[in-house]
């Protein structure tokens, strides 16, 4: 089957510093990468819709110079947490949607962050 | 806008016990349905989906019934087992942009032996 990689799985940075998470699909190319962010025990909240070759475009209250997401591939898309606080630690998941299927989405392992 | 509700957790069933987790929703038009799975350490995976109105979705002994009327879809299994322990989401994707997924809360199901 389809798989999407993400990678840290996990990070601990401090504060003021900057993360970059990828996602990666394996075995299918992606014209579409969507970023999720999931808080403890909360459901998970759509940041933004990555598409390849063009600017992301983020949901209403996701601030876009904090979260710099790039789609500089069929297979890549990144996101960029750009000087860390604490409040932006999360579990960020990504998931992608095969080129020629605009059915089943395939989600990443989720990469936890930890900002001190 | 769309939302999806789910039953509160965490529910705590013995092993071979009914299974059924409660999800209803509201959107706009005539949106697809899914039920993900997340296991503990891993990412989440599409257990079963609906497209259209009384279409019945089924995966691993789960089943879930597109109830436009009631605008639910309801998760149930008959026979759960340990390994059925994990957090379910549902979720919906709605109009024409069919990868942004609405999802409910999550619901934790601890099955045990």
């Known amino acids: 089957g389809a798989v999407v990689s993400q990678h840290p799985s996990w990070v601990i940075c401090k504060s003021g510093t900057s993360v970059k998470i990828e996602c990666r699909s394996l075995?299918?190319?992606?014209?579409?990468m969507f970023w999720y962010r999931q808080f403890p025990k909360q459901s998970l909240m759509l940041m933004a819709t990555?598409?390849?070759?063009?600017?992301?475009?983020?949901e209403q209250g996701v601030e876009k110079d904090k979260f710099l997401i790039n789609h500089a591939s069929l297979t890549l898309s990144t996101l960029t947490v750009t000087s860390a606080h604490p409040e932006d630690s999360s579990f960020y998941i990504c998931?992608?949607?095969?080129?020629?299927?605009?059915?089943?989405?395939?989600f990443g392992e989720g990469s936890r962050l930890t900002v001190l | 806008g769309d939302s999806v509700t789910q039953m509160e957790g965490p529910v705590t069933l013995s092993e071979e016990a009914f299974l059924t987790i409660n999800c209803t929703y509201t959107?706009?038009?005539?949106?697809?349905l899914f039920w993900y799975v997340q296991y503990p350490g891993e990412g989440l995976q599409l257990l079963l989906k609906?497209?259209?109105?009384?279409d019945k979705g089924s995966n691993k002994g789960f089943e879930a019934t597109y109830r436009k009327e009631t605008t639910s879809f309801h998760l149930e299994k008959g026979s759960v087992q340990v390994s059925d322990s994990a957090v379910y989401f549902c979720?919906?994707?709605?109009?024409?942009?069919?990868?942004?997924?609405?999802f409910g809360q999550g619901t934790i199901l601890t099955v045990h032996p």
């Open positions: 979720a919906l994707a709605g109009g024409t942009s069919y990868g942004k997924l609405t």
């Open positions: 075995d299918f190319q992606a014209t579409t």
């Open positions: 998931s992608a949607r095969r080129q020629t299927n605009t059915g089943e989405l395939f």
């Open positions: 990555s598409n390849e070759g063009s600017k992301a475009t983020y």
């Open positions: 609906a497209t259209k109105a009384d």
């Open positions: 959107a706009t038009g005539y949106p697809s």
